[in-house]
């Protein structure tokens, strides 16, 4: 089933909380969810298997939030991000916006509305694969 394989990597420096996101989204929406802690660890696993939504906070040491997005675009233009922080700025949300995440949220998580978006990025990821489907039996 599509839920199945629909992956989430959760990235933040502080690994109960990347754990604790990741158990939570799995548990809330069935997706397959994997925690980093490390930004620059997290990549090279992006970078050999793409993830279909990156959760990531973004002050981390070695690599931001920003540039890890900016990368992992780079590699995989497809893949949705959703920015979680706890700093409001008028920077962030251009930034956010600017890189193409789909979302932002500040830390406390409200965790309904987080996981809201990741059932809207899961649904758009759904649209997009029946439509894949539907010009493949086109094009035969």
Known sequence: MLQDQYRIMIVDDEPDIAEGIADTMSVLTGHTCHPYSNALHALAVFKTRPYHLVLTDLTMPGLGGFDLLAKMRKLHPVTDFIVI????SKEVVYNSHFLGATNIFYKPLNIEELETAVIQ????FILWQQRFQEVSFINQ
């Open 85 to 88: 922080t706890a700093h409001k």
């Open 121 to 124: 990025c899961y649904q758009k």
